[in-house]
């Protein structure tokens, strides 16, 4: 099972896309794979609804989606028309899934990622979430149940707090959303410790010398 730092495995794979070869069609991309238990399933529904809903705003952020299931290329196909033409959901309807979705029947790629765990099914992936660089590392990684549904909101909201960490060299709080003062990150040294407290840089406020943030606005 893959951990975050590492290397994210590489694979082809046939989907719904045609096929893929990761990382290197997703050179300089940020990515987001996530796997579902199974095709025609309520949960996976409601989740491929709302992803697809969200698809233009994970562009925005040089995001691309990919989903996977233990299904095949043909279930995949009928169940994406079925939620195209007859499902209506919280508002959404009429949507049409645009985003690769994996046929993983031998298990290659759900295994390389460690996204079947036998304790919860030996047949069905559970609700893995990985989100992966533009350099194909392995950042954050999320698991639910089989019987929960993944909430999308906050898988971009770590996405957004990812980029925010690398471009700026900070960290974020409990509960952060765009716009909520940043994290800077704590001294090596005990004379640094002490300069940063004393400092007077515009915008930085100190709750201890190990807590210091950054105002954002």
């Known amino acids: 099972m893959p951990l975050i730092?590492?290397?994210a495995p590489s694979f082809k794979a046939e989907t719904t896309n045609g096929q893929i070869n990761f990382p290197t069609d997703y050179k300089g991309k940020w990515v987001v794979l996530f796997s579902h238990p199974a095709d025609f399933?309520?949960?996976c529904t409601t989740e491929f609804m709302t992803f697809a809903s969200m698809q233009d705003e994970f562009k925005e952020l040089n995001c691309e989606l990919i989903g996977l299931s233990i299904d095949s290329i043909y279930a995949h196909i009928a169940w994406l028309r079925t939620i195209k033409e007859k499902i209506e959901y919280k508002g959404m309807k009429?949507?049409?899934i645009t985003f690769p979705v994996i046929a993983d029947l031998k298990m290659d790629?759900?295994?390389k990622f460690g996204m079947v765990q036998p304790n919860a099914s030996d047949?069905?992936?559970v609700r893995a979430v990985f989100v992966m660089d533009p350099?194909?590392?392995i950042r954050a990684i999320l698991y639910y149940p089989l019987s929960n549904g993944r909430n999308m909101d906050e898988i971009k909201r770590l996405l957004l707090a990812l980029q925010k960490s690398d471009a700026e060299d900070i960290a974020?709080?409990?509960n952060w959303?765009?716009?909520d003062d940043v994290i800077i990150p704590p001294p090596g040294s005990c004379g640094t410790a002490k300069e940063r407290v004393e400092s007077a840089e515009e915008g930085k406020y100190c709750l201890d010398w190990f807590m210091c943030f950054r105002k954002q606005s």
């Open 135 to 137: 350099k194909a590392k």
């Open 5 to 7: 730092g590492d290397d």
């Open 94 to 96: 009429d949507i049409e």
């Open 177 to 179: 959303q765009p716009g």
């Open 109 to 111: 790629v759900a295994k």
């Open 41 to 43: 399933t309520p949960v």
């Open 123 to 125: 047949t069905q992936a």
């Open 172 to 174: 974020t709080p409990a």
